[in-house]
Nanobody, 126 residues
Framework: QVQLVESGGGLVQAGGSLRLSCAASGLTFSWYTMGWLRQAPGKEREFVSAISWDGGSISDADSVKGRFTISRDNAKNTVYLQINSLKPEDTAVYYC???????????????????WGQGTQVTVSS
């Protein structure tokens, strides 16, 4: 059974930073493109970032480029999202996602992924 367990969310002031982690189990981690999506209150879920199986390719949403950095550690079956310069509009539930052999060029979609975590709340105060 595939499990994606996020951690690291919380309440932070605008301009602050957080590091989200997602521990994966029940799958061969290095076969999966990993990603992060988010859903703000009253809004549709949106793509944030994704990273290829080897970490060699990354896709970021325009809204987070330069502030968010995705990375992965295949030895630990973990994917990370470093979030800097947080803004109130970054407030959302952040979901870890996995796509079997996903192609990074077409992964920037909320419908592209096979598995989802339960989400971790990020709240940014102004």
């Amino acid at each position: 059974q595939v499990q994606l367990v996020e951690s690291g969310g919380g309440l932070v002031q605008a301009g602050g930073s957080l590091r989200l982690s997602c521990a994966a189990s029940g799958l061969t981690f290095s076969w999966y493109t990993m990603g992060w999506l988010r859903q703000a209150p009253g809004k549709e879920r949106e793509f944030v970032s994704a990273i290829s199986w080897d970490g060699g390719s990354i896709s970021d949403a325009d809204s987070v480029k330069g502030r968010f950095t995705i990375s992965r550690d295949n030895a630990k079956n973990t994917v990370y999202l470093q979030i800097n310069s947080l803004k109130p509009e970054d407030t959302a539930v952040y979901y870890c996602t996995a796509k079997y052999r996903g192609y990074i060029g077409t992964i920037a979609s909320t419908k592209a992924f096979d598995y989802w975590g339960q989400g971790t709340q990020v709240t940014v105060s102004s």
